[in-house]
């Protein structure tokens, strides 16, 4: 088996070493080939905005895993996230994080008795992390947000087929439903309908602001949450604070074809290369990737021995009993290292297991796949939703966009900014910004209309005013496919 391996930067490489020294220990590397891959800070410093390599890229597409330690993303420029187009372009729809209460790890929640044991399953590919931004006008710039219902049924469906293997009764789906009633409305829609695969998981959904005050307050409520990509980003950092910080939070990223295994924290350049680093999140990412391909027995003894080393104050400088003394990196791994066949005393130990390799390279697909959900549906143009860069305001830009439809099948029936309206009606308290969206729909006389009369009507507004855009208004099985204004 071929494992694709990229060290990362700052502490990436220091904690890599250390993290394949202890694997090695607990005889995990039999029958396993570590490819090093190009990618991180030296190959955006030659030029490549995305980080990796040609080279890398094949290596990491032959052998469908990626063990990855933290990298590093130009602050500026062209250059996209690393971790980010990595999901991304391998289609790694799913981040499973799991947030456990681990012994010699302080915080408020084990000081106080309050264990904390839940997954996170975050959509991975889409919303506003497909970075598609525009400026607008002067004052306005742009970030798209895209959910589909495809990208939402996998990630749902890796989410109760995950619960399902763990034995957890009980997954939530966070969401902003509420105020983005059609984005995140069509992920808590889609989640009800996989749902219904899985009768014998209790479901229920919540708020992500409330979930984030109930996080805190009362963690031991949750068992697995489900998220779009932004707020499971978000609520996963939130969760990773629950137990003691990014350092003790393991990522899986899950794709059907490749998956990629990291430490999620950052490079922490202040202490690179002073061998003090703690190697805890890239462990627990690798015991993750030890159950992936089916190493499970592997996994129980690289878990046990860290839990019983954790349990008798083994510690590096950032955590941990200040009255024991904090061991380098090096130093920590060969203190796991020792322990290797020991269990947990304090708490409950990882059930034994055996080796049995399941994983298999992925064969690669010829194209690139269309994937879909719904079948054809009966879809009509009712007008469109133009946006504009203008200074004006709106008492001369109505009747101004009023008299281009004359003799046209439309109407102008909104005006709003920044996604509230004003006008026909709205508030004189209502500060405006160059940028507005006017609100063409099809007169009741007008007969059938379709994207070409919307385009005519295009150009007769581009000859008065700059388009920086425009959307289709359609229904879809006689429902409108578009959200109404606030205040509307």
């Not at 080279?55 to 990298?71: D, F, N, Q, R």
């Not at 690393?82 to 408020?108: D, E, Q, S």
């Not at 087929?161 to 992920?187: P, Q, S, W, Y």
Request: hydrophobic content about 40%; aromatic content about 6%; charged content about 20%.
């Amino acid at each position: 088996m071929r494992i694709a391996l990229a060290s990362g930067d700052g502490i990436g490489p220091e904690i890599m070493d250390a993290t394949l020294d202890l694997l090695r220990a607990a005889g995990g590397l039999q029958g396993i080939d570590l490819v090093p891959v190009e990618m991180g800070k030296s190959v955006f410093d030659r030029g490549e905005t995305r980080g990796m390599t040609d080279a890398a890229i094949a290596t990491v597409e032959s052998c469908g895993l990626l063990l990855k330690g933290p990298m590093e993303t130009p602050k500026g420029g062209g250059g996209k996230s690393i971790n980010v187009t990595a999901r991304k372009i391998w289609n790694a729809f799913a981040n499973l994080r799991h947030f456990c209460t681990l012994p010699g790890v302080m915080t408020p929640y084990s000081r106080s008795g309050i264990s904390v044991d839940f997954f996170i399953v975050r959509e991975n590919i889409e919303d506003t992390y497909g970075g598609i931004e525009h400026r607008l006008s002067n004052d306005v710039v742009q970030c798209k947000r895209l959910i589909s219902a495809p990208g939402s049924d996998a990630v749902h469906r890796f989410a109760f087929e995950t619960a399902r293997r763990l034995g957890i009764r009980k997954v939530h789906c966070g969401h902003k439903a509420n105020i983005m009633k059609m984005t995140d409305g069509l992920f808590l829609e889609r989640f009800k309908a996989v749902a219904a695969d899985y009768p014998e998981i209790e479901t229920a959904d919540v708020i992500v602001d409330a979930l984030c005050m109930n996080l805190v307050m009362k963690p031991q409520q949750y068992r697995m949450i489900v998220l779009p990509n932004l707020q499971g980003d978000i609520v996963s950092d939130l969760a990773a604070g629950l137990v003691g910080g990014l350092g003790f939070a393991p990522s899986a990223n899950i794709g059907n074809h490749i998956s990629i295994f990291e430490a999620v924290h950052g490079t922490a350049p202040d202490i690179a290369g002073k061998g003090i680093a703690n190697p805890c999140s890239l462990i627990l990412s690798t015991i993750m990737l030890m159950r992936h391909i089916g190493n499970m027995g592997t996994a129980a003894r690289l878990e046990n021995a860290l839990l019983a080393s954790l349990e008798q104050g083994v510690r590096t400088g950032d955590f941990g009993d200040a009255a024991k003394p904090a061991l380098g990196t090096m130093e920590f791994v060969k203190q796991v290292a020792q322990r290797l066949g020991q269990k947990p005393t304090l708490g409950p130990a990882v059930p034994d297991a055996s080796d049995h390799v399941t994983f298999k390279p992925p064969v690669k697909p010829f194209a690139s796949a269309a994937v879909h959900t719904f079948g054809s549906r009966d879809t009509r143009v009712v007008g469109a939703d133009v946006y504009l860069d203008a200074s004006e305001g709106v008492a001369t830009l109505a009747p101004a966009l009023e008299s281009l439809t004359t003799g046209t099948p439309w109407k102008l029936t909104l005006i709003s900014n920044r996604g509230t309206q004003v006008w026909p009606t709205g508030s004189v308290y209502t500060d405006c910004v160059d940028y507005w969206r006017a609100r063409f729909e099809r007169r009741a006389d007008a007969g059938e209309v379709g994207q070409a009369q919307t385009l005519a009507l295009l150009q007769t507004i581009a000859n008065r005013y700059t388009i920086c855009s425009y959307e289709l208004l359609r229904t879809f099985d006689g429902k409108p496919g578009f959200s109404m204004a606030q205040g509307q």
